[in-house]
């Protein structure tokens, strides 16, 4: 049986067998690797530190924040300090995000010629306000030929480095995108795409739309890998994301917040093997604190133990630990500070039975803030005034 036989049977067989079969590894370009599992990129979240911690569970792509092509362009400071990686860490995955096709070009090129990462992801997902009013993230897919050559710029500047796609399903219910941005981002060179099964109305609430998934793998061309992404909260998710739609892999964001053991799950799985056992208090306070000496070594330890607070409510997120402490772990100072806190709680509570589900903020759906007549015409290939003025780097 082939490849393209699985998928086409996990399309419509959502049973036992179809969950348990096993998919091959997942290739983007020249790299490969086993588990087919992708670490979205989350501002604030998805630096050095994380990314080790979520490797250290298993194996995927790990992408890095967003960096913006202008910010990169214009060398700007943040932008080169938010481009890191570990030594050993393999294939090193960047996401960009733009909307002129030649500061697209210029980055891209700067990535494969000071060999700054091996992979890229262009960012076609983002539903916010301050991002889609410029005509950015989510908006951008509407335009068709301005999106069209923002791809392709990229693809020629990486110059054989693969470039991937993310995206959502449109704008919203009345401005679907996603079929002809699937297909315009593969003629472009595209190494694979991502789908968001959202609009950019939803933001990240109610359900994902898995069906556009499997929609988009029967549009895209077999040779070109689609990934799944929305609501995989558990390895039970994935499976069933893959049974339903024959998606190639999926990619994981607010699912592991709070979670990153979720990778090693996930890899058990993808092979078939039993999933370990969830972790206990103790066990998920070891990974906290592992969590926050790693934050400590990429950002120091003011920043990093500044940082780790807005993750510390995601990891003990069902535990019956009392406001006290919570509120106490919210304010920690120290690593130290951190170890007495931890010392308090009990090791052998049992991971929460409902502790599964979403995490981080899912907001609520609304009206797509998108520039002044951008709707108008989906031909029109003008870049968006002022949309890289900002150069923070994400």
């Given at each position: ?206 359900t994902a ?17 689609v990934l ?161 003025v900002e150069?923070?780097?994400?």
């Amino acid at each position: 049986m082939t490849v393209q036989d699985i998928v086409r049977d996990q399309r419509t067989d959502t049973g036992p067998a179809a969950r348990d079969r096993v998919l091959p590894p997942l290739r983007i370009g020249p790299f490969e690797v086993g588990t087919p599992v992708v670490l979205a990129p989350m501002a604030g979240i998805t630096n050095p530190g994380f990314r080790r911690l979520c490797r250290e569970q298993g194996a995927g792509f790990y992408v890095c924040e967003m960096i913006t092509s202008r910010g990169l362009v214009e060398k700007n400071p943040l932008t080169r300090r938010m481009i890191a990686f570990d030594a050993d860490e393999y294939p090193r995955s960047m996401q960009l995000y733009g909307v002129d096709p030649v500061a697209m070009r210029t980055a891209a090129s700067m990535v494969a010629t000071e060999d700054l990462a091996d992979h890229i992801d262009l960012n076609f997902g983002c539903p916010v306000p301050k991002v889609t009013r410029r005509g950015g993230g989510a908006a951008l897919p509407f335009k068709r030929k301005l999106f069209e050559r923002i791809v392709r710029a990229a693809v020629e500047g990486a110059n054989g480095r693969p470039v991937t796609v993310k995206m959502r399903i449109g704008i919203d219910d009345d401005h679907i995108t996603y079929l002809d941005a699937g297909r315009i981002a593969v003629d472009a060179g595209a190494s694979a795409v991502a789908l968001h099964a959202r609009t950019a109305a939803q933001r990240y609430s109610g359900t994902a739309d898995w069906s556009a998934i499997a929609r988009l793998r029967e549009h895209v061309p077999a040779g070109t890998p689609v990934l799944g992404n929305g609501d995989v909260f558990s390895a039970q998710d994935a499976l069933d994301m893959v049974a339903r739609t024959g998606c190639d892999g999926v990619v994981v964001g607010r699912g592991c917040l709070g979670r990153p053991w979720l990778f090693g799950d996930l890899e058990a799985a993808f092979a078939g093997r039993p999933l370990p056992a969830p972790p206990n208090l103790g066990q998920v306070a070891t990974t906290l604190r592992r969590h926050a000496v790693l934050l400590c070594e990429h950002m120091g330890d003011h920043k990093g133990i500044r940082d780790v607070r807005k993750h510390i409510a995601w990891y003990l997120k069902g535990f019956p630990v009392g406001p006290e402490v919570r509120r106490s772990l919210g304010m920690v100072a120290s690593i130290g500070e951190l170890d007495d806190l931890l010392a308090t709680l009990d090791p052998d509570e049992p991971f929460p039975a409902d502790a599964d589900g979403p995490r981080g903020r899912q907001g609520s759906p609304g009206r797509v803030v998108l520039p002044e007549h951008w709707l108008d015409d989906a031909e029109d290939e003008t870049v968006p005034f002022s949309a890289e003025v900002e150069n923070s780097g994400g």
